[in-house]
């Protein structure tokens, strides 16, 4: 089993930045695409950003340029970076890790959730 753990949200002012980590542990073999999802209130579940296991970096139009997404492969550790933060970057935002457990079965695994509050 693979559990994650997120950490790093809170509240901040419009303009400032924070950044949200996602320590994944457990029975780990390989982790393959790695993301960062927000939801707001009364809105879907949508895709901030992803990292795959190799080649490029994808962003929602809306982070593009203030938010970076990185890893750490060696401490299986999920980062964003998000920067110019915006009254509407308010949500619960949630890490998505999938790889292969050391008895090579396939696993997606969701953290429990940041609140992050951009206000006033």
């Known amino acids: 089993q693979v559990q994650l753990v997120e950490s790093g949200g809170g509240w901040v002012q419009p303009g400032g930045s924070l950044t949200l980590s996602c320590a994944a542990s457990?029975?780990?073999?390989?982790?393959?695409?790695m993301g960062w999802y927000r939801q707001a209130p009364g809105n879907e579940r949508e895709l901030v950003a992803v990292?795959?296991?190799?080649?490029?970096?994808d962003y929602a139009d809306s982070v593009k340029g203030r938010f970076t997404i990185s890893r750490d492969n060696i401490k299986n550790i999920l980062y964003l970076q998000m920067n110019s933060l915006k009254p509407e970057d308010t949500a619960v935002y949630y890490c998505?890790?999938?790889?292969?457990?050391?008895?090579?079965?396939?696993?997606?695994?969701w953290g429990q959730g940041t609140q992050v509050t951009v206000s006033s």
């Open positions: 990292i795959p296991g190799s080649g490029s970096t």
């Open positions: 998505n890790i999938r790889g292969q457990n050391r008895a090579y079965v396939n696993f997606d695994s």
């Open positions: 457990g029975s780990i073999f390989r982790l393959y695409a």
